[in-house]
C-alpha cells in the first residue's frame, strides 16, 4: 500500500502544486483573496486541456501500435473463448451429458425423418387410391382411401409456432 501511495505521491503533488498556483493567480488577478471555482481563465485551461488531451488520444488509438495491439487482443480473446467453450463441451460429454450442439443434430436428424415419412405416405396415399380406382372401387370411394393429414408444410409450420410458444 506504501507503494502505490509513493508512486501516486509525485503526480498527486504536481497537481495540488498546479492548482494552488492557478488559484493564486486567479486571486492576484481579481484582487480578491480566494480565487472563483470556475472563472474565464480555469474554462479557457480546462477547454485547451481536453481538447490537447482529445488529440492525443485520437491520434494513439489511430498509431499501428495501438491497432495492431488492439488486434492481437482480440484474437487472444476470440482464441480463449473458443479453448473455454471446448473445454466446457468436453467437460459435458465426460460426464456423459448432452450438449446442445447434439441436441440440434438430433432434432435436425428427426426433423428430416419425419419430412420424409410424411412425403412419402403422401406418394402411398395416391399409389393406393389409384390401385382402388384401378380395380372398380370395391363399393368404395377413391376418396376414402386418402385421409385428412396436415401437408408437411402445414405441419412444419406448426411446429415452429409450438417452438415460439415455448419460449
Given at each position: 500500500m506504501t507503494d502505490q501511495r509513493t508512486a501516486a505521491d509525485p503526480f498527486s503533488n504536481f497537481w495540488n502544486e498546479f492548482m494552488s498556483r492557478v488559484a493564486i493567480d486567479g486571486a492576484s488577478?481579481?484582487?480578491t483573496a480566494t480565487a472563483p471555482a470556475f472563472g474565464e481563465g480555469a474554462k479557457q485551461m480546462q477547454r485547451m486541456f481536453?481538447?490537447?488531451m482529445a488529440k492525443y488520444a485520437e491520434?494513439?488509438?489511430r498509431s499501428?501500435?495501438?491497432l495492431s495491439a488492439m488486434k492481437k487482443?482480440?484474437?487472444q480473446s476470440l482464441q480463449m473463448k473458443k479453448t473455454f467453450d471446448e473445454f466446457l463441451v468436453n467437460a459435458q460429454r465426460g460426464m456423459?451429458?448432452?450438449v446442445k450442439g447434439d441436441v440440434d443434430d438430433v432434432a435436425s436428424l428427426l426433423r428430416n425423418i419425419e419430412t420424409r415419412v410424411l412425403n412419402?405416405?403422401?406418394k402411398l396415399?395416391?399409389?393406393v387410391a389409384a390401385v382402388e380406382e384401378s380395380h372398380g372401387r370395391g363399393g368404395r370411394s377413391v376418396k376414402a382411401s386418402l385421409t385428412k393429414r396436415p401437408s408437411v408444410s402445414a405441419a412444419r409450420a406448426k411446429r415452429q409456432t409450438s417452438a415460439k410458444k415455448k419460449k
Open positions: 488577478q481579481s484582487g481536453f481538447d490537447t491520434e494513439f488509438m499501428e501500435q495501438f487482443t482480440m484474437d456423459q451429458a448432452p412419402r405416405l403422401d396415399e395416391v399409389k
